[in-house]
Each structure stands twice: as C-alpha cells, then as structure tokens.
C-alpha cells in the first residue's frame, strides 16, 4: 500500500512519482516495480551538505536552504526540487530548480510548513524539519 506524498522512482528509466492519493496496487514503470525512496536525514562526512534547512531572510520570511554549506548548482551536480510539506501532508510548496540557481526556496505560507524534502540528481532525497 502506498502513503499520500511517499515518492517512487524506475532504476531503469529514472522517473521520479509522488503519490497524491494512496492505494493498495503496486507502483510499475519500465514493467518493474518502482522503488520507494527514503530521505536521508543526516549528511556523514560529505563536503557540502544535503539536508533542507529552515531559516528567516532579513525581513523575518522562512527561506528553506539547502544545507548549513551552500550545495553546488552545476551541471552534472544540483538540487532537482526542494518541497516543504505541513505535518498532517494536507499542504505542499514546491519550487523546481536547475544548475546555476541558488538552492534556496522562499516559503510562501511558512506558519504551516514543518518539513521539507530536496532531491539531489547524485545523492538522492533529503529531509529536514523545522526546529
């Protein structure tokens, strides 16, 4: 059974699906089953970090970073999306994000976003939550 908001992806043609609606099937692309992802939590020894960070900008509004280290944003090398998420996964910002952007996501309705997830195209998925 699926979860609402639990994102697959095909190890042979690299789609990446999130579940809107939940359901008892099992997920299939490329006719093999899709592979659950599960966000790391803790970066171990890399150079530059992976797990979403909530903080304020200068005039007080939340801004979800990648990282307490800024991550690269080159081309072999970058955050596909950053998604912040409510605890009871009723609510959802997402913001896509290619080389040469800033990894950041300035969050519109920050009083109801309590976890984030990013993707990087190397490292996979990434969690952190607000404090």
Request: aromatic share 10%.
């Amino acid at each position: 059974m699926t979860q609402r908001l639990e994102l697959y992806r095909c190890s042979v043609c690299g789609n990446l699906v999130q579940v809107i609606l939940e359901g008892q099937g099992e997920l299939v692309c490329c006719g093999e089953p899709m592979k659950l992802l599960n966000a790391q939590k803790e970066d171990e020894g890399k150079t530059e970090k992976h797990v979403p960070v909530f903080m304020k900008d200068d005039n007080g509004n939340d801004i979800i970073a990648v990282g307490s280290t800024p991550h690269p944003m080159e081309e072999n090398h970058y955050i596909m999306f950053i998604e912040a998420i409510s605890k009871d996964k009723n609510k959802l910002e997402l913001r896509y994000l290619y080389p040469g952007d800033e990894a950041k996501f300035f969050v519109k309705d920050q009083d109801f976003l309590d976890f984030a997830y990013e993707y990087c195209n190397l490292h996979g998925l990434w969690e952190g939550k607000r404090d």
